[in-house]
């Protein structure tokens, strides 16, 4: 049984903390990968929740893999969110205090997947051509990206 699940039998709707991991990959030509999300229709940066028995940077790493194909080598703390802010409840009625954690990656391997099950397209956007439509939850990301605020932000 997975760990949210197993969670969630037992706490029901109440509010868990949960942590979030995900990565901001760069390509040669410093466009960024950005997902479209199956969920929501949304762009976003892959990532998702941590699994027991993961490092953050696991988490990472196995998400990114299972939703674009791509498998990341060295990766950098791009920033820490936490706080009342990144508080949600989610359709389900399930309740999260969310820690989000961040990280850059320029150095990968494999072929990028166009879709599957997770994403509807998996693309690389130059930054001053970002996709519209980004997933709330990720413009603090990108907000920090454009705004070259020094790393590793910690909100």
Not at 22 to 48: H, T, Y
Not at 100 to 128: A, D, P, V, W
Request: charged share 25%.
């Amino acid at each position: 049984m997975d760990y949210i699940k197993h969670l969630r039998s037992i706490v029901g709707h109440e509010k868990v903390l949960m942590v979030v991991s995900g990565a901001i990959v760069f390509d040669k030509e410093n466009r960024v990968l950005m997902q479209r999300r199956s969920d929501n229709g949304q762009w976003g940066f892959p990532g998702g929740f941590m699994e027991l028995g993961e490092s953050i940077q696991d988490t990472a790493r196995r998400e990114v893999y299972e939703e674009t194909g791509l498998q990341l080598e060295k990766l950098e703390l791009f920033g820490i969110y936490s706080g009342p802010q990144y508080d949600k409840t989610f359709s389900n009625g399930d309740k999260v205090s969310l820690v989000h954690i961040s990280f850059t990656c320029m150095e990968y391997r494999g072929k990028l997947i166009e879709s599957n099950e997770e994403s509807m397209q998996n693309s690389f956007f130059s930054l001053e051509e970002l996709p519209g439509n980004i997933f709330t939850e990720h413009m603090m990301l990108v907000n920090a990206i454009l705004s070259n605020k020094l790393r590793p932000i910690i909100e």
